[in-house]
């Protein structure tokens, strides 16, 4: 096998000395008045830097164009690209500076390294060669990443991911998950069989009812679109076709019998979760009942005629609820863009015309229907903001598109065909849940569109842009009827108290997803006490739910939301740390009770995992980053001996051949290079690198396609043969 030529610079390159250092770096050529073709040559291939920091442009002197620049890290100030650039197109993010202060080791790092090159000697019975150093780069799955890099934590979890582990197959591991569909590629697959009857699994009369009304009762929280009088009217419908032994569809036809398979899904599955008892043959046989009568439903809609109709947005619209609950991400996600193309042709996002009887043409809707139309609507606006910020994708929606009004704040059993029943307000409305949830939602795609904008923006610009949304927030909060917002959700009845809860975590994660980009400086200490105020409130409330089985599985995004907070801790952690060993006060016990917190509730998401599902690998992915917390809480107790925390992997791996690596190989570039930062105490920080994109790359972690040697993937995936 042949090295490559880069490689083979990369590994016979050795550190620099003290005096190359010292020099500028780039210095300049002596002036002659005749110079050698060669020489013009050279001066020809020169570096061109396409954009100066700000305080190179300022001050009118020369800048590499690095981060930090050579001159910023000399004057030791913070060095930035925030300026507006307007010399044409935006250049590309200035390249990491190479340019380090390093030091000759002290006499205990000497010491210690030696000491762990003999160890190694001794126990592996074989030599070691010390790797380069000169490079801050190490290899991984073929790939040279920073080791202080921001995303290289998600490295090591994508092994475990994509690997087996103590005898568990792993994500994509199983060639089942490799040979799905395109649209379902990657999910659980499903339990259904072809030979079977319908009088095998549809439920019998008594059954079916009690499914019905427990879905009303306890499924349903925010995504309330069908109107339950009329949905119990299409069962009676649905059942007396049954007991006349008619076809399945004979008179509702294909999108209304698809609604009512899949609630009855809904049911079952919700139904066995809230037994309190949880486990992979449960959930199993629980799935076996529910995915037959969600694949009966899916065959409906998929051969359904003709033009589509409110219910054809509705059935695809419930499925895609199911497929989320029984973590078939990758399905729900094309479903989801189906669902939003009927929605878009039925003209759904448009306020109804009375004039031209638009977007209903034909017969002039009832209230009813003109009703469920929008909440319809509003359901699959909020479901595709999650959606969007669960994936890290782009939006269907686009609010400049939609003038739809919000649904009318009115209860089922006060809904007639001519309109409310009553022309007062009787009480507290199980529809206003649904409306602050699209309300949130909104707001939670603006902060997606303006605060992570992949655009040209200044820093300055997102924190103006995450101080609206934030007030925004606050005013949504203050905005809440009593039942969801003053009054405490334990005194309320079952159906209020889980709307209650899932509108303070929605609440609570759009407070993190506006603010989490603070946590990276010390700039704004308001957004970072909001941002950490927010996760603490979701994992206490996470905490409670894990007592409740009719709350913890009540939403979908919880696992998500869980993942958003304990993220924030986690990465909060390593900042506190570092402002330890600076040697700035920091409050410990609040610290450690946080962190406490966090891990009890990583438990909680761990415990109610069973299967293949995205909580398995949100928790493969939290404890690598967990584990970089304890790291740095180490080093800020320790700052003094940094290779105390190059030693540590050693207990935590049984490989005597990774085990010396780890240790030669942090060991010695700790010892050389530990004083990258500003301060001598202080380690490298994974989180300086960390770019207001590397968040939405975070969230999505979970989702990332499995690696095809045949396909374009992210450059920073393992590559896996």
Same mark, same amino acid.
């Given at each position: 096998?042949?090295?490559?030529?880069?490689?083979?610079?990369?590994?016979?390159?050795?550190?620099?000395?003290?005096?190359?250092?010292?020099?500028?770096?780039?210095?300049?050529?002596?002036?002659?008045?005749?110079?050698?073709?060669?020489?013009?040559?050279?001066?020809?291939?020169?570096?061109?830097?396409?954009?100066?920091?700000?305080?190179?442009?300022?001050?009118?002197?020369?800048?590499?164009?690095?981060?930090?620049?050579?001159?910023?890290?000399?004057?030791?100030?913070?060095?930035?690209?925030?300026?507006?650039?307007?010399?044409?197109?935006?250049?590309?993010?200035?390249?990491?500076?190479?340019?380090?202060?390093?030091?000759?080791?002290?006499?205990?790092?000497?010491?210690?390294?030696?000491?762990?090159?003999?160890?190694?000697?001794?126990?592996?019975?074989?030599?070691?060669?010390?790797?380069?150093?000169?490079?801050?780069?190490?290899?991984?799955?073929?790939?040279?990443?920073?080791?202080?890099?921001?995303?290289?934590?998600?490295?090591?979890?994508?092994?475990?991911?994509?690997?087996?582990?103590?005898?568990?197959?792993?994500?994509?591991?199983?060639?089942?998950?490799?040979?799905?569909?395109?649209?379902?590629?990657?999910?659980?697959?499903?339990?259904?069989?072809?030979?079977?009857?319908?009088?095998?699994?549809?439920?019998?009369?008594?059954?079916?009812?009690?499914?019905?009304?427990?879905?009303?009762?306890?499924?349903?929280?925010?995504?309330?679109?069908?109107?339950?009088?009329?949905?119990?009217?299409?069962?009676?419908?649905?059942?007396?076709?049954?007991?006349?032994?008619?076809?399945?569809?004979?008179?509702?036809?294909?999108?209304?019998?698809?609604?009512?398979?899949?609630?009855?899904?809904?049911?079952?599955?919700?139904?066995?979760?809230?037994?309190?008892?949880?486990?992979?043959?449960?959930?199993?046989?629980?799935?076996?009942?529910?995915?037959?009568?969600?694949?009966?439903?899916?065959?409906?809609?998929?051969?359904?005629?003709?033009?589509?109709?409110?219910?054809?947005?509705?059935?695809?619209?419930?499925?895609?609820?199911?497929?989320?609950?029984?973590?078939?991400?990758?399905?729900?996600?094309?479903?989801?863009?189906? #669902?939003?193309?009927?929605? /878009?042709?039925?003209?759904?996002?448009?306020?109804?015309?009375? *004039? =031209?009887?638009?977007? +209903? !043409?034909?017969?002039?809707?009832?209230?009813?229907?003109?009703?469920?139309?929008?909440?319809?609507?509003?359901?699959?606006?909020?479901?595709?903001?999650?959606?969007?910020?669960?994936?890290?994708?782009?939006?269907?929606?686009?609010?400049?598109?939609?003038?739809?009004?919000?649904?009318?704040?009115?209860?089922?059993?006060?809904?007639?065909?001519?309109?409310?029943?009553?022309?007062?307000?009787?009480?507290?409305?199980?529809?206003?849940?649904?409306?602050?949830?699209?309300?949130?939602?909104?707001?939670?795609?603006?902060?997606?569109?303006?605060?992570?904008?992949?655009?040209?923006?200044?820093?300055?610009?997102?924190?103006?842009?995450?101080?609206?949304?934030?007030?925004?927030?606050? #005013?949504?909060?203050?905005? /809440?009827?009593?039942?969801?917002?003053?009054?405490?959700?334990? *005194? =309320?009845?079952?159906? +209020? !108290?889980?709307?209650?809860?899932?509108?303070?975590?929605?609440?609570?994660?759009?407070?993190?997803?506006?603010?989490?980009?603070?946590?990276?400086?010390?700039?704004?200490?308001?957004?970072?006490?909001?941002?950490?105020?927010?996760?603490?409130?979701?994992?206490?409330?996470?905490?409670?739910?894990?007592?409740?089985?009719?709350?913890?599985?009540?939403?979908?995004?919880?696992?998500?939301?869980?993942?958003?907070?304990?993220?924030?801790?986690?990465?909060?952690?390593?900042?506190?740390?570092?402002?330890?060993?600076?040697?700035?006060?920091?409050?410990?016990?609040?610290?450690?009770?946080?962190?406490?917190?966090?891990?009890?509730?990583?438990?909680?998401?761990?415990?109610?995992?069973?299967?293949?599902?995205?909580?398995?690998?949100?928790?493969?992915?939290?404890?690598?980053?967990?584990?970089?917390?304890?790291?740095?809480?180490?080093?800020?107790?320790?700052?003094?001996?940094?290779?105390?925390?190059?030693?540590?992997?050693?207990?935590?791996?049984?490989?005597?051949?990774?085990?010396?690596?780890?240790?030669?190989?942090?060991?010695?570039?700790?010892?050389?290079?530990?004083?990258?930062?500003?301060?001598?105490?202080?380690?490298?920080?994974?989180?300086?690198?960390?770019?207001?994109?590397?968040?939405?790359?975070?969230?999505?972690?979970?989702?990332?396609?499995?690696?095809?040697?045949?396909?374009?993937?992210?450059?920073?995936?393992?590559?896996?043969?």
């Amino acid at each position: 096998m042949t090295s490559s030529p880069l490689l083979d610079q990369v590994n016979s390159t050795t550190p620099a000395s003290d005096s190359q250092i010292a020099t500028s770096a780039t210095p300049k050529r002596p002036f002659t008045a005749v110079s050698s073709s060669a020489e013009a040559e050279n001066r020809r291939k020169d570096p061109k830097v396409t954009r100066a920091c700000d305080n190179c442009k300022t001050k009118k002197i020369r800048c590499n164009g690095t981060l930090p620049c050579s001159n910023c890290t000399k004057r030791r100030i913070a060095c930035t690209y925030d300026a507006k650039y307007g010399r044409g197109r935006h250049p590309p993010t200035p390249p990491p500076s190479d340019r380090r202060i390093i030091r000759e080791p002290s006499v205990a790092v000497q010491n210690q390294h030696s000491r762990v090159l003999n160890e190694a000697n001794i126990d592996g019975h074989h030599s070691v060669e010390i790797p380069s150093r000169a490079s801050p780069d190490v290899e991984l799955e073929g790939q040279y990443v920073d080791p202080t890099s921001g995303v290289n934590f998600l490295h090591r979890a994508w092994e475990k991911i994509f690997t087996k582990k103590g005898g568990i197959a792993s994500y994509g591991s199983n060639e089942i998950y490799r040979n799905q569909l395109l649209t379902s590629a990657g999910d659980r697959p499903f339990y259904f069989d072809n030979n079977a009857l319908l009088s095998d699994f549809i439920p019998d009369a008594t059954v079916a009812r009690s499914l019905l009304a427990f879905y009303f009762d306890t499924c349903v929280v925010t995504y309330r679109m069908f109107h339950r009088q009329t949905t119990e009217k299409w069962m009676e419908v649905f059942l007396k076709d049954r007991e006349q032994q008619h076809p399945i569809a004979h008179s509702l036809g294909h999108a209304k019998c698809a609604i009512l398979l899949t609630i009855l899904a809904v049911a079952t599955l919700r139904s066995e979760k809230t037994s309190g008892v949880t486990s992979a043959e449960n959930e199993d046989i629980a799935l076996r009942r529910s995915d037959q009568l969600f694949c009966t439903a899916m065959n409906l809609t998929d051969t359904e005629m003709g033009f589509p109709r409110l219910e054809s947005a509705q059935a695809r619209l419930i499925q895609l609820l199911y497929l989320l609950q029984t973590s078939r991400m990758n399905k729900g996600w094309y479903t989801s863009g189906i #669902t939003f193309h009927i929605a /878009l042709s039925l003209g759904m996002h448009r306020r109804r015309d009375n *004039t =031209l009887n638009v977007p +209903f !043409r034909g017969r002039r809707p009832d209230y009813i229907t003109s009703e469920c139309c929008k909440r319809t609507f509003w359901v699959a606006y909020t479901i595709d903001k999650y959606l969007s910020v669960v994936f890290g994708r782009p939006r269907f929606y686009q609010d400049e598109d939609i003038d739809q009004d919000f649904p009318d704040s009115v209860n089922d059993e006060y809904m007639t065909p001519q309109g409310p029943s009553v022309s007062e307000d009787p009480g507290d409305c199980l529809v206003d849940s649904l409306i602050f949830h699209a309300k949130i939602a909104r707001i939670i795609g603006k902060t997606s569109r303006d605060v992570y904008s992949v655009s040209n923006m200044s820093n300055h610009d997102r924190a103006m842009a995450t101080q609206q949304f934030t007030r925004e927030l606050h #005013t949504w909060r203050v905005s /809440l009827p009593p039942h969801l917002g003053t009054v405490k959700p334990s *005194t =309320l009845m079952p159906c +209020f !108290r889980r709307q209650a809860i899932a509108l303070q975590l929605a609440y609570s994660h759009a407070i993190i997803h506006a603010n989490r980009p603070s946590l990276l400086g010390d700039e704004n200490a308001d957004s970072v006490a909001e941002c950490i105020a927010a996760a603490k409130a979701s994992l206490e409330l996470v905490d409670k739910m894990a007592s409740d089985s009719t709350l913890f599985y009540s939403f979908w995004w919880t696992p998500y939301v869980t993942f958003c907070a304990l993220v924030v801790v986690y990465v909060w952690q390593i900042q506190q740390s570092r402002r330890h060993a600076r040697g700035n006060e920091v409050d410990d016990s609040s610290s450690v009770k946080l962190f406490d917190l966090a891990e009890r509730c990583q438990s909680h998401l761990m415990r109610v995992t069973t299967g293949p599902s995205p909580s398995r690998r949100y928790n493969i992915i939290l404890e690598e980053l967990r584990l970089e917390a304890q790291n740095r809480q180490v080093v800020g107790e320790n700052p003094i001996d940094p290779c105390q925390w190059a030693v540590r992997p050693i207990e935590n791996s049984t490989d005597p051949d990774v085990r010396c690596f780890n240790n030669l190989d942090m060991a010695g570039s700790l010892g050389q290079e530990y004083s990258l930062s500003q301060d001598e105490n202080l380690m490298p920080n994974m989180l300086d690198t960390w770019q207001i994109t590397d968040w939405l790359t975070l969230d999505s972690s979970a989702f990332f396609l499995l690696p095809d040697t045949n396909s374009v993937s992210p450059p920073w995936l393992p590559t896996m043969m």
